[in-house]
Each structure stands twice: as C-alpha cells, then as structure tokens.
C-alpha cells in the first residue's frame, strides 16, 4: 500500500518543477506599488486562492490520467487486422482455442454471444495494443469475410454498453460493448445486418 505522504511529496515536487519555470513580468513590483492600498489587498488576496487551483489541476492531472480511447484503439486495430497478420491456433474448436488463451493469460471470451459462439473459428491469436493484452478470435461466415472479435480485460475503455453497438468506419462495420467478465470490439467488411445478427 502506497505512502499518502510521499505520494504527496511526489506531486509537490512535479508541481514545483512546473512552476519552476513560470516568471512574473520584470514591472510587477512597479504596478503593484502604484496601486492603492485596497486594490493592493485585493490582487495579493487572489494570489493564494490562483496557486491553489492551479496545484489542483495539476494534481488532478498527475492522479487520474485519462483512459485508452476506443476510437483510437478501433483506428489502430483496423490497420492491424488489415494488414498481413498471422494467427497462432488455427483448425481447432473454439474451446480448445479459449483453453490456449487462457494459458496465455488473456482474456478467453466465455461469455460470447451464442450466434457467434455457435461458428467454428479460423483461429486465434494474441495481440498487443497500446501495452495492452488482448485475445483476437477469428470466425469465417458464408459470405467468405471474417469476424474479428478482440477481447480486451473488462474496464479497458470507458462507456462502452450493455450489448453490441454498431458503428460503420471506413470499409469496416465495427461494434463494440461490456460483458460482466470482458471487453469486446468486433471488426469484419461483412454487411451491418449480418454483422447484428452474428452478435444476437
């Protein structure tokens, strides 16, 4: 368990170094004298409540930075899988798959729709993405195009839903949503009805 005081050591020092380099201008002495007494009370009186927020916000930086964002990782994913990638596990029964995968130790995609569930697979593979372990399963369907179904560790972006929300980018149809024991982002050129009708 982390110290509360040297973590805020830590942050006093990131934000003493941010400060370092902030100067004031060379005449503020001089416009500060030449104001009245009550206008000098009232600047000097707003200088803590200005060095507070501004250590807020930096606080506030340093603390909760900002999770992966989906569209960047459904940009860079679809490159990937544009691309001439190999598949690790091929011409096996998806359980046999999700046993490889979780020897792997990502995530397996136990709780997949039962439409998609129900096609055998092409294969399967792991992936990393932005630092980030994630299992890819591939399903063939009779139009001759595959799923791309990626399965990220539940929490990995923020906001997805409940159920599978579609989104068409570029040549790709894509969807996207939260299980109670994953994330999954799905990609394939197949049509968006088709594609709705895989993931139920």
């Known amino acids: 368990m982390s110290d509360p005081q040297q973590d805020f050591n830590r942050a006093d020092a990131k934000i003493a170094d941010l400060m370092a380099g902030i100067e004031p201008p060379s005449d ?16 000097w009186s707003l200088w803590p409540m200005a060095l507070a927020s501004a250590a807020l916000v930096v606080i506030c930086l ?17 490159s990937f899988l544009a691309s001439d990638f190999e598949l690790s596990v091929t011409g096996e029964p998806l359980d046999r798959l999700r046993s490889w995968l979780e020897a792997q130790h990502v995530p397996t995609g136990s709780d997949l729709p039962k439409e998609l569930a129900a096609i055998t697979p092409a294969g399967c593979r792991v992936i990393d993405w932005n630092g980030r372990r994630a299992s890819l399963i591939c399903f063939p369907t009779t139009g001759g195009e595959l799923v791309h179904l990626v399965i990220f560790e539940k929490g990995t972006f923020h906001g997805l839903p409940s159920s599978p929300q579609m989104a068409a980018k570029g040549t790709w149809n894509m969807a996207s949503w939260r299980s109670a024991e994953a994330d999954f982002l799905v990609f394939s050129k197949t049509d968006l009805e088709s594609l709705q009708r895989f993931l139920g």
């Open 62 to 78: 340093l603390t909760f930075p900002r999770g992966p964002s989906l569209e960047r990782a459904q940009t860079d994913l679809s």
């Open 28 to 43: 503020l002495r001089r416009r500060l004298m030449s104001l009245t007494p009550e206008k000098q009370r009232s600047v």
